[in-house]
């Protein structure tokens, strides 16, 4: 078992680097900063009235690098839940693929369908999500037995929800079912500590999330969700377990959410800003700079250097994305199904659904 | 239909549902069946007695008693290269799966703009008759009739069971296959051998006729063409149309007989009130209103919970043949 540790302890801790070389852990740095920078990106556009709505993820920047850069690439499935921001960047969705979603535009991989944040990529092995909560676990659980089914071994699937989602009977339907079949499949739980203005406490009995593995009969993790390394460690000894067929693994990771839920939200009517500032302590993305910078990773210029190649490589995206057209009326109508479709079947006006 | 053989096995609507599983999991090993008691139980009504000794546990998959994740798992499966039949022991069963049918299953295609897509299918035995009381009778078909991204389904005859079930296992898109369970044993009729396909959306004129067009579906189908025949007897002609389809539903069927009968009588066993006749009285009266010699009819089910258990319950609730020809000779006589 991990032990957590918050915020400013770990620098002083010895560094572990669970076999991550520079070059990794310099990669889940600036996906840590290009998710801070998108994430404020989404919420500026919206203050400007660029755009009607973003939600928010800062605070899980170090569960969703370390997670994503366990993630295998081109053989893994990842079936995320909405607040993954930076698990889509770090897996490979580029900021450029972010704004499209954003802006709504018809180069968008829902063509401007989606919600902000519902993000899609067939090639990325990524899936297409509703907002529905937990909802998408029975699809990664049966994405888990597609993968056992055609004996592809190797593979596993990662699926990402937060606490909110621990209350659905879908979330307890697919832990139970995939550990029936000993799934080849890794629950990341993102707790955050709140499901839009609900506490924990008012959410579960039992606050640590980890321990209902054992109800279901798999093992149960617990990181420290403000660790990069430690996160990448827990889901990459999860997902190395289900790669082998050692079955499914509940793996916590407590962190937490600076912000509001979304732009449609205000956390000043539910919870305290001495709360909030207090946990700020904590922010992964500060905590990990500095621990880079004191192990000689990376210089206190190199990490200024890296922050500006983001800044840049994100304003060039937002003036591409931006730039780029909405999809047409005409494309509401289509690919509701495979074949040109009216629910009246009429031959007499040429309208079949083939 | 497409019959590519001319020989042909007369069953019953069970086994015509359980050959064309059977060659379906022969035929493609992406398909599989996953729902409750399917394996060693082989269904409640046996539908799939023995698949498990020949097919195994990875494609003939008892679940645990967990509707939603049944058709949730079935929705991962499906975006991830799978064939999956999920089945719903009982239609009653279906409403806690509600979201991952209308919210995940019939949407998938459209809010990824087609990288990922859903060929599934959801079979359910459905409707009463059959003593099954307030939650083993129920009628679904209005609750997701409203939803685009469905396909929906209710066979009456066992030939159609195989050529409509074919179909919505070929269909690269989500379709809810409705078996009336009063008709598993009851009706029977040749099937044909070999592979073949009806297409979704037909319907099937059964009977000719002159003064006035029946449109239904599903057990109600046999009724009013036993209805039909006793106003034939009494020198009248009435047409039957087995709608076999209700999402998508044939239109130029519906239009073609009413515009020569001048009169419409829809009959089904689910509750009238927002049910499939509406659309349909709907649609022919904005389509074909000046064809008509007499009001758009509707023998529905009431509107109440379900049918109770106590035999003058069920009895109320459903249409008799003898209500329905009296239904007919009534507009026939307007």
């Known amino acids: ?354 | 239909m497409a019959v590519v053989s001319a020989n042909s096995t007369v069953m019953n609507n069970v086994e015509a549902v359980r050959a064309t599983l059977y060659e379906a999991l022969k035929s493609d090993d992406r398909t599989l069946i996953i729902g409750e008691d399917v394996g060693a139980r082989g269904n409640v009504f046996l539908i799939t007695k023995d698949f498990i000794d020949e097919f195994g546990p990875r494609r003939i998959i008892d679940t645990p008693i967990a509707e939603a994740s049944i058709v949730g798992i079935a929705v991962g499966m499906a975006m991830e290269g799978l064939r999956p039949i999920a089945e719903i022991q009982f239609a009653d069963f279906i409403y806690p799966s509600f979201n991952q049918i209308v919210g995940e299953a019939a949407k998938t295609r459209y809010r990824s703009n087609g990288e990922y897509t859903c060929p599934m299918v959801i079979r359910t035995p459905y409707g009463g008759g059959v003593r099954g009381a307030l939650s083993h009778s129920v009628c679904i078909e209005a609750l997701f009739y409203h939803v685009p991204g469905l396909k929906i389904v209710a066979p009456a005859f066992p030939a159609d069971v195989k050529g409509l079930l074919n179909a919505a296992i070929d269909d690269p898109d989500p379709v809810l296959f409705l078996e009336h369970k009063k008709t598993y044993r009851l009706i029977k009729g040749e099937v044909p051998e070999g592979h073949y396909t009806i297409p979704l959306g037909k319907a099937n004129v059964l009977k000719e006729g002159k003064q006035l067009s029946v449109v239904s579906y599903g057990l109600y189908v046999h009724w009013a063409l036993e209805a039909a025949r006793t106003l034939e007897a009494e020198g009248f002609s009435v047409e039957v149309i087995d709608l076999r389809s209700i999402r998508p539903m044939d239109k130029t069927a519906i239009l073609t007989s009413v515009e020569k009968t001048r009169r419409l009588l829809v009959i089904h066993e689910d509750n009238k009130f927002g049910g499939i006749g509406a659309e349909i009285s709907a649609m022919v009266a904005e389509e074909a209103l000046f064809h008509l010699d007499a009001p758009i009819r509707r023998l529905c089910g009431p509107d109440v919970p379900a049918m109770g258990y106590a035999l003058p319950l069920e009895e109320e609730f459903m249409s008799s043949p003898a209500e329905m020809a009296g239904a007919m000779r009534e507009l026939i006589a307007f």
């Open chain 1, 1 to 354: 078992m991990v032990t957590v540790k918050h915020g400013e302890a770990k620098a002083e801790s010895p560094f572990e680097r669970r076999g991550l070389s520079d070059e990794q852990l310099v990669a889940m740095f600036r996906t840590m900063v290009m998710q801070r920078t998108l994430e404020n990106r989404g919420f500026q556009l919206n203050r400007q009235g660029k755009i009607p709505f973003a939600s928010a993820s800062e605070g899980h920047e170090a569960v969703q690098a370390g997670a994503a850069m366990a993630f295998a690439r081109g053989k893994d499935v990842l079936v995320p839940y909405y607040r993954d921001l930076g698990l889509a960047l770090g897996i490979g969705l580029t900021p450029y693929e972010v704004l499209l979603s954003l802006f709504a535009r018809a180069a968008d991989h829902s063509a401007g369908r989606q919600f902000p944040h519902h993000y899609a990529s067939r090639s990325l092995g990524f899936h297409t999500i509703s907002s529905v909560i937990a909802a998408q676990l029975p699809h990664a659980v049966g994405a888990a037995f597609a993968l056992m089914h055609g004996r592809e071994d190797g593979r596993a699937v990662l699926t990402t929800f937060g606490d909110g989602a621990t209350s659905e009977g879908e979330w307890h339907e697919s832990l139970n079912f995939a550990a029936v079949h000993a799934l080849p499949i890794v629950f990341l739980c993102e707790n955050n500590e709140w499901a839009i203005s609900t506490p924990l406490a008012k959410q579960m009995g039992q606050p640590d999330v980890y321990k209902r593995a054992a109800g279901y009969g798999m093992p149960g993790a617990v990181v420290d969700g403000m660790d990069p390394i430690a996160c990448y460690g827990g889901v990459a000894d999860a997902l190395a377990r289900a790669r082998s067929g050692g079955g499914p693994t509940l793996l916590e990771a407590k962190c937490y959410r600076f912000l509001s839920h979304t732009t449609d939200d205000d956390d000043r009517t539910y919870r305290s800003r001495e709360e909030v500032e207090a946990r700020r302590k904590e922010d992964p993305v500060p905590c990990f700079e500095r621990l880079l910078i004191e192990h000689g990773v990376l210089t206190a210029e190199g990490a200024e250097a890296l922050k500006r190649s983001v800044l840049e490589e994100a304003n060039d995206a937002t003036d591409r994305a931006e730039a780029m057209a909405y999809p047409l009326a005409a494309d509401l109508y289509a690919r509701v199904y495979a074949q040109r479709y009216d629910p009246w079947l009429d031959e007499r006006d040429g309208m079949n659904d083939g």
